[in-house]
């Protein structure tokens, strides 16, 4: 019986001295994935340092120890209490995957984002990926990341946000699925009038709801309840071509096969 209590004291020490070990080395690369984020604020286009080498240099960097540091499962399930303050840090509530985005700081009236994927897969292993994108393609942050549970697995839906110009933004969910060790970023599990798609978007213009208290604004929402995707009604005209965001909503619900559009 003693031999028996030892060895769970032991396991129980080894364990935690595990979790220890794990918070530290999280700490530490939080700490160096710091240093590179506060020298993009300092050379920022945006600030009276401007300096676009060295932002180049550091956006690299930071991508570069990103992709690193997301492959290691300690990672994954660390909160990074001072970086999550400076870019975004959004995970689905199973804890599987997970995007880091940031502002480059390298744009003008239209910001120019950069992300890098982290998931684990069913085996268990931990990735990192990032989507390659055209070099007019600015990019977005994600401010949320929601999960719908299906038949065949886990389903994530991400919200992303793209700051065009001073007035003119986008917004969309886009849908990913861990297939095995591979990112799927084009689940086409929406249906539309125009066929099956992986993506709901539109742009809008940001002074039609610059008075909404939240920040990010958060114009498409997801009912886990209900499974439902909830989008305004846009409207472009001759007086406001960039779009008015309206009260109206539109309506997408997930009926075991397809979100589908909804009363």
């Known amino acids: 019986m003693k031999n028996v209590l030892k060895i769970a004291v032991v396991s129980a020490v080894l364990f935690l001295t595990a979790i220890a070990v794990s918070a530290q080395s999280a700490l530490k690369i939080e700490n160096e994935l710091m240093v590179h984020v506060r020298a993009i604020k300092k050379y920022s286009a945006y600030g009276p340092i401007r300096d676009y080498d060295r932002l180049e240099k550091e956006n690299t960097a930071l991508k570069k120890k990103l992709l690193a540091y997301a492959k290691l499962q300690a990672t994954l399930g660390y909160g990074f209490p001072k970086l999550s303050k400076e870019i975004s840090i959004s995970t689905s509530s199973d804890g599987k995957f997970r995007i880091y985005s940031w502002d480059t700081e390298e744009g003008g009236t239209m910001h120019s984002f950069d992300s890098v994927y982290q998931y684990k897969s069913n085996a268990g292993r931990v990735y990192s990926k990032s989507f390659s ?62 066929g099956l798609t992986h993506t709901l978007g539109f742009q809008y213009n940001f002074f039609s709801v610059v008075n909404r208290k939240e920040r990010p604004i ?37 009926n075991g096969t397809y979100f589908v559009k909804v009363r």
């Open 133 to 194: 994108s055209d070099e007019t393609d600015a990019g977005a942050f994600v401010s949320d990341i929601y999960t719908l549970s299906t038949a065949s697995g886990p389903v994530y839906l991400a919200r992303f946000s793209a700051i065009l110009s001073t007035s003119l933004s986008y917004q969309s969910i886009d849908l990913f699925k861990i297939r095995g060790n591979v990112l799927d970023s084009r689940v086409k599990l929406i249906k539309t009038n125009e």
């Open 218 to 254: 958060k114009l498409i929402t997801y009912d886990a309840a209900t499974r439902t995707i909830r989008l305004p009604v846009v409207i472009a005209a001759d007086k406001d071509p960039a779009g008015r965001v309206t009260d109206r909503v539109i309506k997408y619900r997930f």
